[in-house]
């Protein structure tokens, strides 16, 4: 039986997208991503949790997400969760973190924006357009 790898978030770019190259010229761009949420606490007092992700942009995708995004920016991104790992250089200790690998991502609009103007096409269309300076965004 197959399983199911999903992740869909909403929120603020919490800096600049990072993009590298690996040995074999594969873009990789990496940013977070905070998500924020309200609710009531048992004391009655209303509460904000911000939720920080990592994430981590392939190939074109990689190259769209350093061109257009910045920090604050708000953004929808959906894709799956990864496990990371690596041994810690000081220590040799096995070092672990989770990462969210895009396969799709929508910028939505600054911080803040309400109006319109604030959504853009997603990605996946995005990638498929070969005149990107016809892009809305």
């Not at 991503?33 to 392939?58: H, L, M, P, Y």
């Not at 990462?99 to 997603?122: H, K, N």
């Amino acid at each position: 039986m197959a399983g199911t790898n999903k992740v869909i978030l909403v929120g603020n770019l919490g800096r600049d997208p990072e993009m590298r190259f690996t040995g074999n010229g594969a873009a990789v761009t990496s940013f977070s991503v905070a998500v924020s949420r309200n609710f009531k606490g048992q004391d009655g007092e209303q509460r904000e949790e911000t939720e920080w992700f990592q994430i981590e942009c392939w190939d074109r995708l990689a190259e769209i997400a350093n061109e257009f995004l910045q920090k604050g920016r708000q953004v929808y991104v959906e894709g799956r969760i990864r496990l990371h790992s690596w041994d810690d250089r000081n220590t040799g200790e096995k070092r672990y973190s989770m990462r969210v690998r895009a396969t799709d991502l929508v910028l939505l609009g600054q911080r803040g924006d309400a109006g319109p103007g604030g959504s853009a096409e997603r990605s996946s269309d995005v990638t498929e357009n070969t005149e990107l300076d016809n892009m809305p965004f």
